[in-house]
């Protein structure tokens, strides 16, 4: 289908990516960043030292600093500006995550959250009147893990599981200035491997074909989870101004990669995977979830089984089949009815006939009865008549010789006087 | 810096925060770019026109490589879409270029439905991707995108005015695609005619409300060479893929007695900023155009035929569990109500057959009940006549018994009239 053909000559749709980059900038970007941990893990002092703000100061104070009684999910929306590039950052963040006596069902919320940007965006996306749709889906997740040296707890266990395919997770290390690199290098261990035993989906840096970008890939791969320390405060440290946390025994830098993964946090979050953040969002997590929710608006009820393997049309053509199959059943059962219906009226006429012929022929016989009986009579007058008639005949006879007897009597009678 | 598409969507919600050093999101373009280019682009150009106006060979020219493809005669039936994609790279670009050619178009004596197969390709192309977005489980991001990004309209070189079937066809195409019109073949009309022709054709465009492509002036990068290419529109161009040598370069060129035309001399013709417009500077926004507004208008009449609106009578907007709810359950309405219906006249048939049926039996029975009333009267007549035949037999034997009877009592009173006569004479004999 495809053919591959070879410029012979300038064409100039190479200049096609600085048509993208342009577009893309006039647009400007948007991001979703949560982070979730305990309070006094340090997020809201990474969030800044990340951005290089103070997106959480005495005005607009952190989670830690607003105490619930119950698991909130709050965002706090900027508008930060960078060599001509605008990006509109939300913040999600979670006060009184796991500060609870009793923590069960704390990550609800945090779901419930994650699934209401999710179904915002599905509504928007399903109008039939589509404007610019803001994406305000959760691109990233960062899980804070207490720096506890052992493992992890199971509150990080349980809520990783039940948002690792709902959204980006990215497990840190929070505090990590309070490790040894040997206790922090025994403690990453211990955690990928409750990881992998839990079968946890972490957010994975995708394979690229370039040989330079998959080496630093790995090189990051062994760091996970990433051990961060953030900070407030600017000290000066052997004449040079940097971000960090001032000890009796010395200074831990916030951006010094002997110290901490913060850069490399940074770096992956910001400057290389951010867009590629937002399309696994977008291509897995979300395509995950418009499914699950397509696929429960269509088979209302209906055996989820049978259908698993139908989630490829659209559940307009899924009604369209349905429709087809009704069709085709009721064309069944209107054939079915029919026969049935003229199998009936067949008995009943046959029936009919069958009855009109016996009355036929009872009548019949009747009429030979009476006919025979009309015979009968008529032979039985005949007879009579007969016998009648000589009857008859023989009395006249008798009539005339006596008649003829006493006529003789009488000339005798007369004689004999004489 | 003027503000983006996002901070205006922001609006009030999100406010502005100064940033102490680098942070570095400014690659964010960077990387974008660099996912697209792995991906790849594509893009479609539809060439409309009629039969041997050089759309095969612009193309080729264009894009500096031989297509596929014989040049068509006129004696097409009827009007087709002939569609070949191609993979073209340039620098590290990779490009799937398809190139649609109507063939046949403005060959047929009655030209009326030749927008029509075009008009239909276009909506084809849109259906498929509505489909593809619809569908449960999709696979937009690796979904090749057939739609239809631009439309070049190839003008007939007459230096007067449109025809009318140009007219009828871009009016029709207008809301469904990126039209680009070009005056083909135009070595054909001398520069002062070409100024007239395109004020003409300009002109009858507004005059009869088509909507042709204008390239967007509100980027601040490219608005200013975009403004001034959209005056000289529509683009006269020329095509070839020959090479004449002047001066000491090769140059693609048609080489005529009288001269020759450079196709990329901008002088003799509008090649280089067709090129420019097209490819080199708004490529993307074509894409983007029949994205966002062809496609959404496509979409947004389809949705409202199926019967989907975006609020409820009172106005509140619909969730899409709710919308598709709605729907599911009308539809399900209707497959039970077209069920009862033919149930309904099921039942109304066989009532009235056993109606039938009732009624033929009624007749039946009656039609025997009088045959049966007619034998009964004959049978009370030949009774009547039994009873009178009876009777006078029976009269008949009292009429013999009694003359029997009479006729023997004679007899004996004979004998004893014989005997009293004897006795007479014996008495008589005394005397």
Request: hydrophobic residues 30%; contains cysteine; proline residues 3%.
């Amino acid at each position: 289908m495809e053919q591959q053909k070879n410029l012979e000559g300038y064409v100039g749709f190479a200049n096609l990516p600085n048509q993208v980059y342009r577009k893309s900038v006039k647009r400007g970007f948007e991001f979703t960043l949560m982070v979730v941990g305990e309070s006094g893990l340090g997020k809201s002092t990474l969030i800044n030292s990340l951005f290089l703000t103070d997106l959480y100061s005495a005005e607009y104070p952190g989670p830690s600093h607003r105490i619930k009684k119950t698991v909130q999910v709050e965002q706090s929306k900027v508008l930060v500006k960078e060599g001509g590039v605008q990006l509109l950052l939300t913040i999600v963040d979670t006060p009184g995550f796991g500060d609870a006596v009793d923590n069960s069902n704390c990550w609800q919320p945090v779901i419930d959250h994650i699934d209401s940007k999710f179904e915002d965006y599905l509504n928007a996306e399903s109008r039939v009147n589509r404007r610019q749709m803001p994406d305000n889906r959760v691109h990233c997740c960062l899980y804070f893990i207490a720096p506890s040296g052992h493992g992890l707890k199971p509150l990080d266990i349980e809520f990783m599981k039940r948002l690792h395919e709902k959204v980006n997770i990215i497990p840190l290390i929070a505090k990590a200035d309070t490790m040894t690199p040997e206790e922090c290098q025994q403690f990453k261990k211990q955690i990928m491997r409750e990881i992998q035993e839990h079968k946890i989906k972490t957010y994975e840096f995708p394979e690229t074909d370039d040989e330079e970008e998959n080496k630093i890939v790995k090189k990051i791969k062994d760091r996970l989870p990433l051990a961060v320390v953030g900070s407030n405060t600017i000290i000066e440290v052997n004449g040079k101004r940097v971000r960090g946390r001032q000890y009796p025994w010395g200074v831990a830098e916030v951006e010094n990669g002997e110290h901490c993964d913060f850069t490399i946090l940074r770096n992956m979050l910001i400057r290389t995977h951010m867009q590629d953040l937002k399309d696994v969002t977008n291509n897995v997590h979300y395509e995950n979830y418009r499914s699950r929710k397509l696929a429960a608006v269509t088979y209302n009820g209906a055996d989820n089984n049978k259908n698993k393997g139908q989630l490829t049309k659209s559940p307009l053509a899924q009604m369209e089949e349905e429709r087809r199959d009704h069709v085709a059943k009721m064309k069944k059962m209107e054939m079915e009815m029919e026969q049935v219906f003229e199998m009936k009226v067949k008995e009943k006429l046959q029936k009919l006939k069958d009855s009109e012929a016996e009355l036929q022929r009872r009548h019949e016989q009747m009429k030979k009865n009476l006919e025979a009986q009309h015979k009968e009579l008529e032979e039985k007058r005949r007879q009579f008549e007969e016998e009648k008639n000589n009857w008859e005949v023989q009395q006249r006879l008798v009539e005339q010789q006596k008649l003829d007897a006493s006529r003789t009597l009488e000339k005798n009678k007369k004689k004999k006087i004489f | 810096m003027a503000a983006t598409e996002i901070a205006r969507q922001a609006g009030e919600g999100a406010r502005a925060v100064p940033l102490s050093g680098h942070v570095g999101f400014d690659s964010m373009p960077d990387q974008l770019v660099n996912k697209s280019v792995n991906h790849g682009f594509c893009f479609n150009i539809l060439c409309v026109g009629e039969t041997g106006l050089g759309k095969s060979t612009l193309m080729d020219t264009l894009f500096n490589t031989k297509f596929e493809g014989d040049p068509t005669q006129h004696n097409q039936p009827g009007v087709q879409l002939k569609s070949n994609t191609y993979e073209l790279q340039e620098s590290n670009v990779r490009l799937k270029l398809t190139i649609v050619n109507s063939v046949g178009f403005g060959d047929q004596i009655n030209k009326e439905d030749s927008y029509k197969p075009i008009v239909e390709f276009i909506d084809t192309q849109f259906e498929a991707y509505l489909q593809e977005e619809l569908k449960i489980k999709r696979t937009l991001h690796s979904y090749h995108d057939t739609r239809v990004h631009a439309c070049l309209y190839f003008i007939s070189p007459t230096g007067h005015s449109l025809k009318s079937l140009d007219l009828v066809t871009m009016k029709k195409l207008d809301s469904k695609v990126n039209i680009i019109p070009i005056i083909a073949k135009s070595d054909a009309i001398s520069k002062s005619e070409l100024a007239k022709f395109k004020i003409k054709i300009t002109s009858e465009l507004v005059s009869n409300g088509v909507q042709i492509y204008q390239f967007p002036t509100d980027d601040e990068t490219v608005a200013e060479i975009n403004s001034t290419m959209n005056g000289h529109l529509p683009f006269a161009v020329v095509g070839s893929t020959e090479e004449v040598k002047i001066g000491n370069k090769m140059v693609k060129a048609r080489q005529y007695p009288w001269g020759t035309v450079q196709v990329e001399n901008e002088n003799h013709c509008d090649f280089v900023k067709l090129r420019e417009m097209l490819i080199r500077v708004n490529m993307e926004d074509l894409r983007e155009q029949t994205h966002t507004r062809h496609y959404e208008l496509y979409r947004r009449c389809k949705l409202e035929e199926m019967g989907f609106k975006d609020t409820d009578p009172d106005s509140k907007p619909f969730s899409l569990q709710e919308t598709y709810e709605a729907k599911r359950n009308e539809f399900m309405g209707e497959l039970q109500k077209k069920e009862e219906e033919m149930r309904q006249m099921f039942v109304q048939r066989v009532k009235e057959k056993e109606a039938e049926l009732k009624e033929a039996e009624k007749e039946l029975h009656e039609k025997f009940d009088r045959l049966k009333k007619l034998h009964q009267d004959e049978k009370k007549k030949l009774e009547d006549k039994k009873k009178s035949l009876d009777d006078e037999l029976n009269i008949f034997k009292q009429k013999k018994t009694a003359a029997e009877l009479l006729q023997s009592q004679a007899q004996q009173a004979g004998g004893s009239t014989t005997l009293k006569r004897d006795k007479e004479r014996k008495n008589s004999g005394f005397l």
